[in-house]
């Protein structure tokens, strides 16, 4: 289930998710009732290892206050270990964001299994807090070439 | 492997081409790639030589390199031909061909890695106003440190200015004027120089005081640029004012010796935007600078080869619009490479670092 | 009659799904039946599995020709083109004969039309009753009005009509008017069924039916399902690992083991196989969750960790973990001094009585001995799976599964029935022109008009660029809603398809019916949930958010492709490697399915241990296997042969084979089955002091030689676990102890007064063969427990063997003097080096060929059409290793019965012009997929292997190798709407 943050500032956030762990636990906290905040767009990726570095500074770049990327825990993934292949490329597109004033928070990853739905509701509440502790992202609003 | 042998009493550049006419003209490799200056310009390009005889022109220490050469040495070794190659490259070059070795670019099968001791290079207007004057830059070059002070802003940054992974090194730092000191880097460097007939010398014990102070003046000169560019592009509205005069041109990714792809992303439908998303975009948004995705470019070439840069500053030297590419490609890619603990050009068997990953690691990511 | 006959499977838990899917997969149409309102069996309440603790459920699903199914976790359930699922339904009557059957059904009232529920819940939030929650093991609450699994997709409700009052209140709030509380149980009547697979499990024994742990008093008291439950997130306490009586977080957890297995006075004389094993992985699960200071302790009789990593998974729950296993078996438990606590009193390993406080007990319960066989299980054309008789693991379950699915396919083509040739339904010519969308909005029986008129959807959609039309429906629920919009699309232009309606997942089997119908391929369809966007109707962002959703799946519509997909021809050739058990009855089983098969033995005759056989039931089906290998034409036999070599991708292999004169020949097959056996192992030097010390192999055949005279062999001590469960060999060979006790026994009955002491670590008579254990201790054999530290020990004196150890019985040392040393040295694999690297397939560090994954495809290997069963792969019997050798047919089969096999849409494919060939997408990819072609100098996917993980298409940098359906070029216009 979806609720609307009541706050002003209404971040925007983009949820890369994979198809087979975190997207059910999606599923589930919506069928369970579980609010989670509404502002959140939620893509369904295969696999975590299928996100493209591309996606994330496009999200960033359009506007997005912070990117969610939610994968099956170690040894869960259907794809043997795309989850790990992503971390390790996850940490270089930190690197990069971060040298041009996207706080590292901004971009968070999570393993959340299939039968998590109060962990991904957990996680998605955290998240939309931390980022409106942070406020805007540097580049909402701004004419990026 | 460390087999020295001491050329004397004649300039850098005639000990060298003695050294790499003799490898041609008595059948140790069958082509040489080595920079020279063509009857048109003093500006040297890389040159295929198959005979002695023409190598008149080559002029691999000359402060200028219109490109790094990786490029061009990929093109020559992109797969064994059966053919010995001897590649004479600055040590920016063999860190950038060892990339693109693991990227399958090309192969050091049947291949001699030459390297020089780099003192930097000019911007080509730079260096050619110098030729234009002084005739013979090359070896002027070797003794004026004021003349030493007019290379790129990259090059005054550059601490990896001995050829490291060749197989053999042409050293003239800490040198005697008018010596060169050949030094072999592996089994195939030490055979060479044997046949070669140079005569065995000591490492001599002022090389290292003199590449310790460059190295250090190098490293301030990095930090002082690291620490300015951060400052400069640590909020992406700085960074659009730095990029505001791209064109898009991609002069700089053509440039990169480490950008290998045969058609860049930006150039396939990837980034191809419909019509329609343009109209929608400028709707939402108010406005769209076309051509699009300037930022998202720069990013995206960032994650793409950060990890791989050598910090050769060709991104720089080619922008029409004078952005200090390398400036920026630099500094991030000391930050993408501290994290996964990679450097490039280090290590041939070395992966690049996305194709390692840890099997196993502990469940959840801190909560 | 024309129809090809459907198989019935009965039952949708592991078993069932696994069958199902095999048939599925081989283009059988499938009725797959359960009796409970969700599909998926024990599967929806594990989170995890032993002996990795990971989740790995979905593997089970078709790795190519994955068009036909949807890609989702299973525990949402199933979907597959060629499986009919049935819920709340049970079979009643079965009648005719294999190949053209009856089967009558009854399908139970639920309550709810689920073609109209769209499981929008507002029926469970205005339903008054609450009854426990079955599905948390009642530990939680429910309604009357319930979503059985809540996973469970389509998220239909059903009502459970003992509970419900008839109240009323859902039937009024139902927004799709799909209630009916009147509804009445209909019996389906279901002909031309070619057979029957009976997969319906062996039930969960319940203590409270023999309440001997006081299950009713004591709130702490759970089973270990219950423990599961607490264990899960989707629990009733979020996963919080609480005990029930105060929800606070226990200190102390006591697992009992065997309550309700093991047990003859219940009429339980059987072992249920994986209780040990769970147990285990529940305490290291409790110490992962509450620190690793929480004390675990497990009460046991024998820690059956038969399986091949099972070992080496106790010793470091034991040693790292500080799990504590207690021998012993615990007869009550009593009310601790404080609240909720437990006290259970046992006697030690050194004889101490001990009074012990837990906070919290868990009983290890299996098998439920009070479920009955249904009648018609012995009609002839029902297969039952093992798992309906026996309780086991979910490695063996699907192995078991697979097998039954074998001979199932074996009966159906002795009864001339094939699969249907299944075209793939052929595209509209519409898709290949530019994209124009559809987009159709539900308003859900009017439910929605409000909303939509309010905020002028259609209008604003509109602004969405691109060739679009919008029609508005009452409701696509009906049929009369999707024939509308089915309508549209055909006499329309356009070739996508947008609804914004409610639940996506509901839609699925909407969208496959539309693609179906009318060419559009369910890639180019999509739903948004407007319901619950709905839902925030006060909003005043409702707008924007339900735009944004809708713009987002707009752009990615219209910027999706049909890739052209390569086919590859099959070679419908199999090369099974090794003679024995395993190899011979994957052999057959291809051959039985017009399948030639090339068998490589590396000895001279074929038969594998056959020589060394002496169980009279096993002697016969081996012999049979070997005689029926011999008479099949379709089998080439090689003995003297190994093989070398093999190079190739599914379907279209080449392996190098060389005899014992090294003479070599290559040979070109579509799939390989890796048998390479086992055999036993050598009793250790130290052993070999005396004549009198033998292992048990020898002893085996000097007891079964003609005319045996066993009059002078008086006392015979066993030992088990010679040489194995242990470093550098710490795994359980499985037979051993199952062969001594047949072995005693038979000595027993050529010498009825021989005495027989057996020394054993844990007995591991899994499953019915506990009934053996039984058997020889009734018949006056003595067992006496050991542990790995506390070896007895063989003494040889003045020509004497002496056997030294402890009694924890008698609490005293015991030596025996014996006749007869007999010595349990177990097995070990065949060398598998060659074959390993020939076929580049993983081992284990025992030097066992490494499944894909031991629990959901147990006879696969990393390799797509590589496959491996029998001693080659982990210690078995020979009844296992034959139903081994008949799954990894039936998966082999998968590929070897089609005459070609296409990329699926969800795949990778290169586009060579701008690749730049730098071979990071073959080094990323984790199914070995791609490849270099070197005559065309290219990367080359292959079809077969290849999963859509998208990897590639993400470590490539520019593009040259995109996934079908997931295009980049799609992904970032969606990205873009999602932030406009």
Same mark, same amino acid.
């Given at each position: 289930?979806?609720?609307?943050?009541?706050?002003?500032?209404?971040?925007?956030?983009?949820?890369?998710?994979?198809?087979?762990?975190?997207?059910?636990?999606?599923?589930?906290?919506?069928?369970?009732?579980?609010?989670?905040?509404?502002?959140?767009?939620?893509?369904?990726?295969?696999?975590?290892?299928?996100?493209?570095?591309?996606?994330?500074?496009?999200?960033?770049?359009?506007?997005?206050?912070?990117?969610?990327?939610?994968?099956? +825990?170690?040894?869960?993934? +259907?794809?043997?270990?795309?989850?790990?292949?992503?971390?390790?490329?996850?940490?270089?597109?930190?690197?990069?964001?971060?040298?041009?004033?996207?706080?590292?928070?901004?971009?968070?990853?999570?393993?959340?299994?299939?039968?998590?739905?109060?962990?991904?509701? +957990?996680?998605?509440?955290?998240?939309?807090?931390?980022?409106?502790?942070?406020?805007?992202?540097?580049?909402?609003?701004?004419?990026?070439? | 492997?460390?087999?020295?042998?001491?050329?004397?009493?004649?300039?850098?550049?005639?000990?060298?081409?003695?050294?790499?006419?003799?490898?041609?003209?008595?059948?140790?490799?069958?082509?040489?790639?080595?920079?020279?200056?063509?009857?048109?310009?003093?500006?040297?390009?890389?040159?295929?030589?198959?005979?002695?005889?023409?190598?008149?022109?080559?002029?691999?220490?000359?402060?200028?390199?219109?490109?790094?050469?990786?490029?061009?040495?990929?093109?020559?070794?992109?797969?064994?031909?059966?053919?010995?190659?001897?590649?004479?490259?600055?040590?920016?070059?063999?860190?950038?061909?060892?990339?693109?070795?693991?990227?399958?670019?090309?192969?050091?099968?049947?291949?001699?890695?030459?390297?020089?001791?780099?003192?930097?290079?000019?911007?080509?207007?730079?260096?050619?106003?110098?030729?234009?004057?002084?005739?013979?830059?090359?070896?002027?070059?070797?003794?004026?440190?004021?003349?030493?002070?007019?290379?790129?802003?990259?090059?005054?940054?550059?601490?990896?200015?001995?050829?490291?992974?060749?197989?053999?090194?042409?050293?003239?730092?800490?040198?005697?004027?008018?010596?060169?000191?050949?030094?072999?880097?592996?089994?195939?460097?030490?055979?060479?120089?044997?046949?070669?007939?140079?005569?065995?010398?000591?490492?001599?014990?002022?090389?290292?005081?003199?590449?310790?102070?460059?190295?250090?003046?190098?490293?301030?000169?990095?930090?002082?640029?690291?620490?300015?560019?951060?400052?400069?592009?640590?909020?992406?509205?700085?960074?659009?004012?730095?990029?505001?005069?791209?064109?898009?041109?991609?002069?700089?990714?053509?440039?990169?010796?480490?950008?290998?792809?045969?058609?860049?992303?930006?150039?396939?439908?990837?980034?191809?935007?419909?019509?329609?998303?343009?109209?929608?975009?400028?709707?939402?948004?108010?406005?769209?600078?076309?051509?699009?995705?300037?930022?998202?470019?720069?990013?995206?070439?960032?994650?793409?080869?950060?990890?791989?840069?050598?910090?050769?500053?060709?991104?720089?030297?080619?922008?029409?619009?004078?952005?200090?590419?390398?400036?920026?490609?630099?500094?991030?890619?000391?930050?993408?490479?501290?994290?996964?603990?990679?450097?490039?050009?280090?290590?041939?068997?070395?992966?690049?670092?996305?194709?390692?990953?840890?099997?196993?690691?502990?469940?959840?990511?801190?909560? | 009659?024309?129809?090809?006959?459907?198989?019935?499977?009965?039952?949708?838990?592991?078993?069932?799904?696994?069958?199902?899917?095999?048939?599925?997969?081989?283009?059988?149409?499938?009725?797959?039946?359960?009796?409970?309102?969700?599909?998926?069996?024990?599967?929806?309440?594990?989170?995890?599995?032993?002996?990795?603790?990971?989740?790995?459920?979905?593997?089970?699903?078709?790795?190519?020709?994955?068009?036909?199914?949807?890609?989702?976790?299973?525990?949402?359930?199933?979907?597959?083109?060629?499986?009919?699922?049935?819920?709340?339904?049970?079979?009643?009557?079965?009648?005719?004969?294999?190949?053209?059957?009856?089967?009558?059904?009854?399908?139970?009232?639920?309550?709810?039309?689920?073609?109209?529920?769209?499981?929008?819940?507002?029926?469970?939030?205005?339903?008054?009753?609450?009854?426990?929650?079955?599905?948390?093991?009642?530990?939680?609450?429910?309604?009357?009005?319930?979503?059985?699994?809540?996973?469970?997709?389509?998220?239909?409700?059903?009502?459970?009509?003992?509970?419900?009052?008839?109240?009323?209140?859902?039937?009024?709030?139902?927004?799709?008017?799909?209630?009916?509380?009147?509804?009445?149980?209909?019996?389906?009547?279901?002909?031309?069924?070619?057979?029957?697979?009976?997969?319906?499990?062996?039930?969960?024994?319940?203590?409270?039916?023999?309440?001997?742990?006081?299950?009713?008093?004591?709130?702490?008291?759970?089973?270990?399902?219950?423990?599961?439950?607490?264990?899960?997130?989707?629990?009733?306490?979020?996963?919080?690992?609480?005990?029930?009586?105060?929800?606070?977080?226990?200190?102390?957890?006591?697992?009992?083991?065997?309550?309700?297995?093991?047990?003859?006075?219940?009429?339980?004389?059987?072992?249920?196989?994986?209780?040990?094993?769970?147990?285990?992985?529940?305490?290291?699960?409790?110490?992962?969750?509450?620190?690793?200071?929480?004390?675990?302790?497990?009460?046991?009789?024998?820690?059956?960790?038969?399986?091949?990593?099972?070992?080496?998974?106790?010793?470091?729950?034991?040693?790292?973990?500080?799990?504590?296993?207690?021998?012993?078996?615990?007869?009550?438990?009593?009310?601790?001094?404080?609240?909720?606590?437990?006290?259970?009193?046992?006697?030690?390993?050194?004889?101490?009585?001990?009074?012990?406080?837990?906070?919290?007990?868990?009983?290890?319960?299996?098998?439920?001995?009070?479920?009955?066989?249904?009648?018609?299980?012995?009609?002839?054309?029902?297969?039952?799976?093992?798992?309906?008789?026996?309780?086991?693991?979910?490695?063996?379950?699907?192995?078991?599964?697979?097998?039954?699915?074998?001979?199932?396919?074996?009966?159906?083509?002795?009864?001339?029935?094939?699969?249907?040739?299944?075209?793939?339904?052929?595209?509209?010519?519409?898709?290949?022109?530019?994209?124009?969308?559809?987009?159709?909005?539900?308003?859900?029986?009017?439910?929605?008009?409000?909303?939509?008129?309010?905020?002028?959807?259609?209008?604003?959609?509109?602004?969405?660029?691109?060739?679009?039309?919008?029609?508005?429906?009452?409701?696509?629920?009906?049929?009369?809603?999707?024939?509308?919009?089915?309508?549209?699309?055909?006499?329309?232009?356009?070739?996508?398809?947008?609804?914004?309606?409610?639940?996506?997942?509901?839609?699925?089997?909407?969208?496959?019916?539309?693609?179906?119908?009318?060419?559009?391929?369910?890639?180019?369809?999509?739903?948004?949930?407007?319901?619950?966007?709905?839902?925030?109707?006060?909003?005043?962002?409702?707008?924007?958010?339900?735009?944004?959703?809708?713009?987002?799946?707009?752009?990615?519509?219209?910027?999706?492709?049909?890739?052209?997909?390569?086919?590859?021809?099959?070679?419908?050739?199999?090369?099974?490697?090794?003679?024995?058990?395993?190899?011979?009855?994957?052999?057959?089983?291809?051959?039985?399915?017009?399948?030639?098969?090339?068998?490589?033995?590396?000895?001279?005759?074929?038969?594998?241990?056959?020589?060394?056989?002496? *169980?009279?039931?096993?002697?016969?089906?081996?012999?049979?296997?070997?005689?029926?290998?011999? *008479?099949?034409?379709?089998?080439?036999?090689?003995?003297?042969?190994?093989?070398?070599?093999?190079?190739?991708?599914?379907?279209?292999?080449?392996?190098?084979?060389?005899?014992?004169?090294?003479?070599?020949?290559?040979?070109?097959?579509?799939?390989?089955?890796?048998?390479?056996?086992?055999?036993?192992? *050598?009793?250790?030097?130290?052993?070999?002091?005396?004549?009198?010390?033998?292992?048990?192999?020898?002893?085996?055949?000097?007891?079964?030689?003609?005319?045996?005279?066993?009059?002078?062999?008086?006392?015979?001590?066993?030992?088990?676990?010679?040489?194995?469960?242990?470093?550098?060999?710490?795994?359980?060979?499985?037979?051993?102890?199952?062969?001594?006790?047949?072995?005693?026994?038979?000595?027993?009955?050529?010498?009825?007064?021989?005495?027989?002491?057996?020394?054993?670590?844990?007995?591991?008579?899994?499953?019915?063969?506990?009934?053996?254990?039984?058997?020889?201790?009734?018949?006056?054999?003595?067992?006496?427990?050991?542990?790995?530290?506390?070896?007895?020990?063989?003494?040889?004196?003045?020509?004497?063997?002496?056997?030294?150890?402890?009694?924890?019985?008698?609490?005293?040392?015991?030596?025996?003097?014996?006749?007869?040393?007999?010595?349990?040295?177990?097995?070990?694999?065949?060398?598998?080096?060659?074959?390993?690297?020939?076929?580049?397939?993983?081992?284990?560090?025992?030097?066992?060929?490494?499944?894909?994954?031991?629990?959901?495809?147990?006879?696969?290997?990393?390799?797509?059409?590589?496959?491996?069963?029998?001693?080659?792969?982990?210690?078995?019997?020979?009844?296992?290793?034959?139903?081994?050798?008949?799954?990894?047919?039936?998966?082999?089969?998968?590929?070897?019965?089609?005459?070609?096999?296409?990329?699926?849409?969800?795949?990778?494919?290169?586009?060579?012009?701008?690749?730049?060939?730098?071979?990071?997408?073959?080094?990323?990819?984790?199914?070995?997929?791609?490849?270099?072609?070197?005559?065309?100098?290219?990367?080359?996917?292959?079809?077969?292997?290849?999963?859509?993980?998208?990897?590639?298409?993400?470590?490539?940098?520019?593009?040259?190798?995109?996934?079908?359906?997931?295009?980049?070029?799609?992904?970032?216009?969606?990205?873009?709407?999602?932030?406009?």
């Amino acid at each position: 289930m979806v609720k609307s943050m009541s706050d002003d500032y209404q971040p925007k956030i983009i949820a890369l998710v994979c198809n087979w762990c975190t997207y059910t636990a999606a599923d589930l906290a919506g069928t369970s009732r579980l609010c989670y905040p509404s502002n959140i767009r939620m893509i369904r990726m295969m696999c975590t290892g299928m996100i493209d570095p591309k996606y994330i500074l496009k999200a960033f770049l359009d506007g997005a206050d912070g990117v969610f990327i939610g994968g099956c +825990h170690p040894g869960d993934c +259907h794809y043997i270990n795309g989850n790990l292949k992503f971390k390790k490329r996850m940490a270089g597109i930190e690197a990069i964001i971060s040298q041009f004033g996207f706080e590292e928070d901004r971009l968070r990853l999570r393993w959340i299994g299939a039968s998590e739905g109060p962990e991904f509701q +957990h996680n998605m509440t955290d998240f939309i807090q931390t980022i409106q502790n942070m406020g805007p992202s540097p580049a909402k609003g701004l004419m990026v070439l | 492997m460390s087999v020295y042998a001491m050329v004397k009493d004649a300039s850098p550049t005639v000990a060298v081409k003695a050294a790499l006419t003799k490898l041609l003209s008595q059948n140790l490799v069958d082509a040489v790639l080595v920079a020279a200056k063509s009857p048109y310009s003093a500006l040297p390009m890389p040159t295929l030589f198959a005979e002695a005889s023409a190598m008149d022109g080559i002029d691999p220490l000359a402060p200028a390199a219109p490109f790094n050469a990786a490029r061009q040495a990929a093109t020559v070794s992109r797969q064994a031909t059966g053919k010995r190659l001897a590649l004479v490259l600055r040590p920016c070059e063999i860190r950038a061909l060892i990339e693109l070795v693991k990227l399958n670019q090309c192969t050091l099968e049947n291949v001699v890695l030459i390297g020089i001791d780099c003192l930097g290079r000019m911007e080509n207007e730079v260096f050619l106003r110098h030729a234009s004057a002084l005739g013979d830059v090359t070896s002027e070059f070797q003794k004026n440190t004021s003349l030493q002070d007019d290379i790129t802003r990259t090059c005054q940054m550059c601490e990896q200015f001995e050829p490291a992974h060749a197989d053999i090194a042409m050293s003239t730092l800490g040198m005697a004027e008018n010596s060169v000191l050949f030094a072999s880097g592996s089994e195939t460097g030490e055979a060479l120089l044997k046949e070669l007939g140079l005569s065995p010398a000591e490492n001599p014990a002022q090389r290292e005081t003199v590449t310790k102070q460059l190295r250090e003046k190098r490293a301030a000169c990095k930090k002082e640029v690291f620490a300015e560019t951060s400052e400069k592009i640590n909020s992406i509205e700085k960074f659009e004012k730095m990029i505001g005069t791209c064109l898009n041109c991609y002069n700089c990714r053509q440039a990169c010796p480490v950008c290998y792809c045969r058609e860049c992303v930006f150039l396939t439908d990837v980034f191809a935007a419909r019509p329609e998303t343009l109209l929608r975009r400028a709707q939402k948004r108010g406005s769209v600078k076309l051509p699009t995705d300037t930022t998202m470019f720069h990013l995206t070439r960032l994650s793409h080869i950060a990890h791989s840069c050598v910090g050769c500053g060709q991104c720089s030297s080619v922008c029409p619009s004078n952005i200090p590419v390398a400036d920026i490609f630099t500094t991030v890619a000391a930050q993408v490479q501290a994290a996964y603990d990679y450097v490039p050009g280090r290590d041939v068997q070395e992966p690049i670092p996305y194709l390692i990953f840890a099997e196993k690691q502990k469940s959840g990511e801190p909560k | 009659m024309n129809q090809p006959a459907k198989i019935v499977v009965i039952g949708a838990g592991i078993s069932g799904i696994r069958s199902a899917l095999d048939l599925a997969e081989l283009g059988y149409k499938v009725c797959l039946l359960d009796r409970a309102p969700a599909m998926g069996g024990i599967l929806t309440r594990l989170d995890r599995q032993f002996p990795n603790n990971h989740c790995g459920i979905c593997r089970m699903l078709p790795m190519f020709d994955r068009d036909n199914s949807e890609a989702f976790c299973l525990r949402k359930g199933l979907s597959h083109d060629n499986i009919e699922l049935l819920l709340s339904t049970e079979v009643t009557g079965v009648e005719g004969n294999p190949g053209n059957m009856t089967v009558t059904m009854v399908r139970q009232a639920t309550g709810v039309d689920a073609d109209r529920c769209i499981g929008c819940r507002e029926c469970e939030k205005i339903c008054p009753v609450e009854v426990p929650d079955s599905f948390n093991a009642e530990l939680g609450k429910r309604k009357a009005i319930y979503l059985e699994v809540p996973y469970q997709r389509p998220n239909q409700r059903v009502i459970d009509l003992q509970a419900c009052t008839r109240c009323g209140e859902c039937v009024k709030v139902c927004p799709t008017a799909a209630i009916d509380l009147d509804m009445k149980p209909e019996i389906l009547t279901f002909e031309n069924i070619g057979g029957i697979v009976l997969a319906s499990g062996t039930g969960l024994f319940n203590p409270q039916d023999t309440d001997v742990y006081g299950m009713d008093h004591f709130p702490n008291v759970v089973t270990s399902s219950a423990f599961e439950r607490i264990l899960s997130s989707s629990g009733p306490y979020q996963g919080s690992l609480m005990r029930p009586s105060d929800q606070h977080p226990p200190r102390k957890i006591a697992w009992i083991q065997c309550v309700g297995s093991r047990n003859p006075m219940i009429g339980a004389d059987y072992c249920s196989s994986a209780c040990c094993m769970i147990s285990i992985k529940q305490a290291l699960f409790a110490k992962e969750r509450l620190g690793s200071d929480t004390q675990t302790t497990i009460f046991y009789m024998d820690m059956r960790t038969f399986g091949r990593d099972y070992q080496r998974y106790r010793d470091q729950a034991e040693k790292e973990n500080k799990v504590a296993f207690v021998r012993c078996r615990i007869h009550s438990i009593e009310p601790g001094d404080e609240e909720g606590n437990l006290k259970i009193s046992y006697v030690d390993h050194s004889g101490k009585p001990v009074n012990a406080v837990f906070d919290m007990a868990v009983l290890a319960t299996g098998k439920d001995p009070l479920r009955k066989i249904p009648d018609f299980a012995a009609h002839p054309g029902i297969i039952a799976t093992d798992a309906v008789s026996e309780w086991m693991d979910i490695g063996s379950a699907v192995v078991s599964a697979s097998a039954v699915s074998e001979r199932l396919v074996r009966m159906l083509s002795s009864a001339g029935i094939s699969p249907e040739k299944q075209a793939a339904p052929p595209l509209s010519d519409k898709v290949a022109a530019p994209p124009h969308l559809q987009v159709v909005l539900c308003s859900c029986h009017g439910s929605l008009d409000k909303v939509l008129a309010e905020n002028q959807l259609a209008a604003e959609l509109k602004k969405i660029p691109g060739r679009m039309d919008i029609m508005q429906v009452k409701s696509v629920c009906d049929a009369e809603g999707l024939e509308k919009v089915k309508e549209t699309l055909e006499s329309g232009p356009a070739n996508r398809l947008l609804f914004a309606a409610c639940d996506t997942q509901v839609f699925l089997p909407k969208l496959r019916q539309l693609a179906a119908q009318t060419g559009i391929p369910k890639e180019f369809m999509d739903v948004v949930n407007l319901r619950v966007l709905a839902e925030n109707a006060s909003s005043p962002e409702v707008l924007g958010e339900m735009m944004q959703q809708l713009e987002m799946r707009a752009n990615r519509l219209f910027r999706k492709k049909i890739t052209p997909t390569d086919s590859r021809p099959i070679r419908k050739t199999a090369l099974v490697i090794g003679g024995g058990p395993a190899g011979l009855s994957a052999a057959l089983a291809l051959a039985a399915q017009k399948i030639k098969v090339i068998l490589v033995e590396k000895q001279e005759t074929i038969g594998g241990n056959f020589a060394n056989i002496y *169980d009279a039931q096993n002697r016969e089906m081996i012999g049979q296997l070997i005689a029926e290998a011999k *008479d099949q034409p379709l089998i080439t036999i090689h003995t003297d042969t190994e093989v070398i070599n093999n190079a190739g991708v599914a379907g279209q292999f080449a392996a190098r084979l060389r005899d014992k004169n090294g003479a070599e020949i290559t040979i070109l097959h579509g799939a390989a089955v890796i048998a390479t056996g086992g055999g036993k192992a *050598d009793l250790p030097a130290d052993t070999r002091a005396d004549n009198k010390i033998i292992s048990l192999y020898d002893l085996e055949a000097e007891l079964n030689q003609p005319g045996m005279d066993a009059a002078n062999i008086n006392t015979v001590v066993f030992m088990q676990c010679v040489g194995s469960r242990e470093e550098p060999r710490n795994y359980c060979s499985r037979i051993c102890c199952l062969k001594s006790l047949k072995t005693a026994m038979k000595l027993k009955e050529l010498n009825p007064d021989c005495n027989i002491s057996i020394f054993y670590r844990d007995m591991m008579t899994y499953g019915e063969s506990e009934k053996f254990y039984t058997q020889a201790r009734a018949k006056g054999i003595i067992f006496i427990p050991f542990e790995k530290q506390e070896k007895p020990q063989i003494k040889i004196e003045a020509g004497r063997v002496l056997v030294q150890g402890f009694d924890p019985v008698l609490n005293e040392p015991v030596c025996l003097e014996a006749d007869r040393v007999v010595l349990a040295s177990g097995l070990i694999p065949n060398p598998v080096d060659v074959v390993a690297q020939a076929f580049q397939v993983s081992t284990t560090r025992d030097g066992f060929i490494r499944e894909a994954d031991s629990k959901w495809r147990p006879v696969d290997t990393g390799r797509e059409g590589i496959f491996v069963c029998g001693l080659a792969r982990g210690p078995v019997r020979a009844d296992e290793a034959v139903q081994e050798g008949k799954a990894a047919a039936l998966r082999a089969l998968r590929i070897l019965a089609r005459d070609t096999i296409a990329a699926s849409r969800h795949s990778a494919y290169v586009r060579h012009a701008i690749c730049s060939l730098c071979e990071r997408c073959i080094a990323i990819c984790p199914f070995d997929a791609r490849f270099i072609d070197p005559d065309l100098g290219r990367i080359m996917v292959d079809p077969v292997a290849c999963q859509g993980c998208g990897l590639c298409a993400a470590e490539c940098p520019n593009g040259a190798t995109l996934i079908g359906d997931f295009e980049e070029y799609g992904v970032l216009d969606e990205i873009e709407a999602a932030l406009g």
